[in-house]
């Protein structure tokens, strides 16, 4: 079966260090979405990119985080200085088609350990 | 505004046990409505879905009726094994120009032998 895949499965940093979490998406999807799960605040959508352009980013804390797609199979999240407040599991998932309808594939996401 | 609520967990069953997750929501437009699983460790896989009024989706043994007239997608399985112990969440999808997914809170299951 193809799956989404994130790297690093576990990351454990200090506070004010560069985190950079990376996903491939299916091959062949075109919608790929990033989101944050805490036990506070649940699953959080960040943002999402269709067709590699970003279509929503209302859910990111601008000042330190920063979404891209160099290219069709690789997304990255990136955060710069990272806070204790940033420890969660990050997900990347990957979807085809048009418009938020389609199911969503899901990677196993990065657990995020900020000290 | 688009949202979805479920019951609060955590529910804990015996093994055979009858299932039941409540999901409400209210959307703008025609949604559609998924159950996803989060299984210890992993990211959520879709379990069921249903894209329009009156649909059945179902999986695994596990059903939802879309119910438009009450705005409900409730979970259900006729009999629950330690296996399905794991995370649910309801979801609802709003096409363009919203072009939202929206997840609920989730509801943890255990199912205990």
Known sequence: ?115 | GNSVTQMEGPVTLSEEAFLTINCTYTATGYPSLFWYVQYPGEGLQLLLKATKADDKGSNKGFEATYRKETTSFHLEKGSVQVSDSAVYFCALSVPPPDDKVIFGPGTSLSVIP
Not at chain 1, 67 to 89: F, G, N, W, Y
């Open chain 1, 1 to 115: 079966d193809a799956r989404v895949t994130q790297t690093p499965r576990h990351k454990v940093t200090e506070m004010g260090q560069e985190v950079t979490m990376r996903c491939q998406p299916i091959l062949g999807h075109n919608t790929v979405f990033w989101y944050r799960q805490t036990m506070m605040q649940g699953l959080e959508l960040l943002a999402y990119f269709r067709n590699r352009a970003p279509l929503d980013d209302s859910g990111m804390p601008k000042d330190r985080f920063s979404a891209e797609m160099p290219d069709a199979t690789l997304a990255t999240l990136k955060i710069q200085p990272s806070e204790p407040r940033d420890s969660a599991v990050y997900f990347c998932a990957s979807g085809s088609g048009q418009g938020a309808v389609q199911p969503q594939h899901f990677g196993d996401g990065t657990r995020l350990s900020i000290l």
